[in-house]
């Protein structure tokens, strides 16, 4: 048992944790699965007259998803009302229109079932607003201290079934919902487990509609769950909850973990290419909605670390794409500073990623995985070089990106294999304003 490798408390407080846990919504994946909707809604208890919602946004009812889903419920027999107006990047005052939607037609106890439609904004405001409903209150009740009032989350409410339309976000099976809250300029997070999805329907068709650089963009993110699920603590290597009630949602890497994170690399890695200069391939299309749900279950159990801690401050601050904010923040933070933590795992992750490692050492192959993720990035074509090129952030922006990081992130933080400290971020932000010139 590595005491030093931990972050999570002080040496003498440390007793190692033994158990590991994975929890799972329903998971429904193929081609036209959309059209078993209404079988999942009844085998989740939902009766067939029963009143739902779906939460989406404009753009997708432009398209006509928002209709495929609403004529597949109502054949079923199922009333249907329909909220598009979730917002990029969700604000705290964006989900509570949504609550406010919901109590203005259903009153307090709202829907009998909410279906998400969208990429992770649109799935975390459905996640975000039966949460509210059933359990009362407002959002910030459920953000943990200082910014919010930290409040446990009881209930569930209502069956919530979860449908993505990027391969990116892993927001169809994670247990967190995040949110910004403006008048702090910051993203947290409501974190339980009552705040996950019962089901998941995952149909690739829905993905071919999306454009060349939210197709980049989305699976950047998912090769982020992937890598630092991959890399970051091992279970054991955390401290043990007190009560298993208080098991934190980001846990560390297991064996379960490191197995769909490295299938998640290998769908990811070989199939983004095509997908973004061929929308139309629905194989590549599958593979990578598969890959992204796979790299979620690993990173969004094992927990997203360092990068992702990182990459909430730049959002907020510059209203960037999480996923392209992952992109220009994993050279520098995932790969170059963690990679110390335990080189040869990394020269294993370079492997993956196809990299000829023979007569390497480890810090060289490391290094070369660094070159060989630039250069995916390079060949997509649509992706900034950094967080110059991303939102003109220049040096002088790094040492308030940095506080950030440090101070409002630590539920990330602590699952990064190595202990970080504000100057250490601030060395790696400053890496990350140019991946390449």
Known sequence: MSYERSVSADGHELSPETVWHIQMPEIRFGRDSVEELGFQLGDLGVPEDAHGLVVTDETLVELGHADRVVDTLTDAGFAVDVYDESQREPSVSDVEDCVGFVRDEKGEEGYDFYVGLGGGSCMDTAKIARTIVANGGEPLDYVAEPTGEGEPVTNSGPPLVLMPTTAGTGAEISPVAILSVEEKNIKEGISSNHVRADAAVIDPTFTTTLPPELTAKTAMDALGHAIEGYTTHEYDSLMRATDPAERPVYAGRTPLTEMFSEKAIDLLSNNVRTAVHNGDDLEARENMLQGALFGAIAGLTAGASLCHAMAYPVGNRYHTKHGETIAVLTPASTIDYNSASDPARFA??????????????????????????????????????????????????????????????????????????????????LDALHNWD
């Open 348 to 429: 294993d992750l370079a492997e993956m990623f196809d990299v000829d490692t023979t007569g390497m050492t480890n810090r060289e192959a490391a290094d070369a995985l660094k070159e060989q993720y630039i250069q995916l990035q390079k060949d997509l074509n649509v992706l900034p070089s950094g967080l110059n090129e991303l939102a003109g952030v220049t040096e002088d922006d790094v040492d308030w990106l940095a506080k950030q990081t440090v101070e409002t992130q630590k539920r990330l933080l602590r699952t990064n294999p190595r202990p970080v400290t504000e100057e250490d971020v601030r060395e790696i932000l």
